[in-house]
C-alpha cells in the first residue's frame, strides 16, 4: 500500500483526497492495509482519513472502546473536521458506535460491516495466544470465506503480536471492554443515516448480528454479501464499494 503515512505528534495516519471526510476505523487485528481499496476508489471524490488507533501504543489504564472513541475525537478535533461520516469494521465499527453516543453531532453517517457491539462472545477468541504458525493460520482463515485471503504477511504479523505478552493483555483488556461496551440499549437513540453491509459466511460476527442491528438502527440499511466472511472491504472490494457509493449519494443528495 504505497501511501503517504503521516505522523504529527501522537497521530499516524493517512489522509487522501479532498472533500467530505471519510473517516476509516480498522479492527483489533486490522491494518490500515486492509483499506486499500476503499481509499484508492473514493480518494478521487473524498477527502479519506484513516487514523492508526494507539492499541498497542495507549496507556493501558485508558485502554478501553470508549478510551479510542475519544481519541478519535481528539484526532478530529486536532484535524478540525466538523463532520465526519465514518466506515467501521469490526471493532472499528464498535469505537464509532461508542463514538456517537458521545459525540452525535459530529457524525453525519455510518457504514459498519463485520461490527462488533452487540456480539462480543467472539470479540478476540478468534485468534489463540499460543500456537504455531499452521494452527495459527487455520485460526486466521476463519475470518475469510476465501482461504487465500490469509496470506503468510498477515499470519506472520498475528503470530509476532502473540509472542508479545504486553500485546496479548491488550488484547484481553480490548476484549473484556467490548462486553462493558454493549450498544443495545443505545442504538434505538441514533439519528444518522447508516449502512451495514455484511458478509453472509461472517463467522465472527455472524448474519443474525446485522439483522440484529438493522432492527435497532432507525435509519438503517442491510446489505449482505455472498462467499464473504468479516472483512467485505478485502474480499469483495468491488461490491462493498458500490453499495458505499449508493448510500454515500443518498447521504450527500438530502
Known sequence: MEVNLKQEGKFKYIEEGEGEVLLLLHGLFGALSNWKDVLNHFSPKYKVVIPLMPIFEMNILSLSVEGLANFINEFIDYKGFKRVNFLGNSLGGHVGLVFI??????????????????????????????????????????????PASTTDELVDEVYDTLQDKGKVLRILTM????????????????????????????????????????????????????????????????????????????????
Not at 453531532?105 to 478476540?124: D, H, P, R
Not at 462467499?227 to 472490494?237: D, F, N, S, T
Open 101 to 146: 453516543k458521545k459525540y452525535p453531532q459530529k457524525v453525519n453517517s455510518l457504514v459498519l460491516t463485520g461490527s462488533s457491539g452487540l456480539y462480543e462472545s467472539a470479540f478476540g477468541a478468534s485468534y489463540p495466544k499460543k500456537g504455531d504458525k499452521a494452527y495459527l493460520r487455520e485460526r486466521i482463515q476463519l475470518t475469510f470465506y476465501n
Open 175 to 254: 476484549a473484556k471492554s467490548a462486553i462493558r461496551h454493549n450498544m443495545r440499549k443505545d442504538l434505538p437513540g441514533f439519528t444518522q443515516p447508516t449502512c451495514l453491509i455484511w458478509g453472509k459466511q461472517d463467522t465472527i460476527t455472524p448474519p443474525e448480528v446485522a439483522e440484529e442491528f438493522h432492527e435497532l438502527l432507525p435509519r438503517s440499511e442491510l446489505h449482505f454479501l455472498e462467499q464473504c466472511g468479516h472483512a467485505p472491504m478485502m474480499e469483495k472490494p468491488s461490491e462493498f464499494n458500490h453499495i458505499v457509493d449508493t448510500f454515500l449519494a443518498t447521504v450527500f443528495s438530502a
